[in-house]
């Protein structure tokens, strides 16, 4: 198992002996790694799960921490969707690059009802990993090259540690330099 730097307070443990803290998509999806004994994960406080306060409370680098956005927008009467993975000290850019790889007019955020329906997580717990097969995981350059993250687990009351190379490789990963601002 990998031994995090950035885990703060959290006492980890390999997410796939975990399943229970985990969305039932992100368990399948971890099941399918090539390695899943790489992934962490640590029970937090679901109400300390939003990124500024876990990173308070469990001492964790917020420099560390990703976030996972749904962005969607339209085409020809086709609605398109897109997860972006920005580090938690950028905003994903929306309205340029997002926008442009979803080859739509106008790109914004899914509104919340609609995220956690068609993932099958929680809002505020959202991750790259078991997001629907046809979405686009638009990953930041800066997310790629980082050699330890915490992101979210599909559920408010744990996160995962895991690889920036991890992430860079899940299926329709797109590393994009410049998606964070």
């Not at 638009?138 to 790629?144: G, Q, R």
């Not at 599909?154 to 190379?165: D, E, M, P, Y």
Request: hydrophobic share 50%; proline share 7%.
């Amino acid at each position: 198992m990998v031994r995090w730097t950035i885990a703060g307070s959290l006492a980890v443990s390999q997410a796939a002996d975990h399943p229970e803290l985990l969305a039932d998509p992100v368990a399948k999806a971890l099941a399918a790694l090539p390695d899943p004994a790489d992934v962490g994960v640590a029970a937090i406080d679901p109400d300390l799960a939003d990124t500024a306060a876990f990173c308070e409370a469990y001492g964790s680098p917020l420099t560390a921490s990703a976030n996972c956005v749904v962005v969607a927008g339209k085409r020809a009467g086709e609605e398109r969707f897109a997860a972006c993975l920005v580090l938690a000290t950028t905003r994903a850019d929306v309205n340029g690059v997002v926008r442009k790889r979803l080859d739509v007019r106008k790109a914004s955020f899914a509104p919340m009802d609609t995220a956690v329906e068609l993932t099958g997580m929680a809002y505020g717990g959202i991750t790259p990993l078991g997001l629907p097969p046809e979405w686009p995981v638009l990953v930041d350059a800066a997310v790629a090259a980082a050699p330890e993250l915490v992101i979210g687990s599909g559920v408010r009351g744990s996160k995962l540690l895991i690889t920036g190379a991890t992430l860079a490789a899940l299926p329709n990963a797109d590393v994009i330099a410049g998606l964070g601002r």
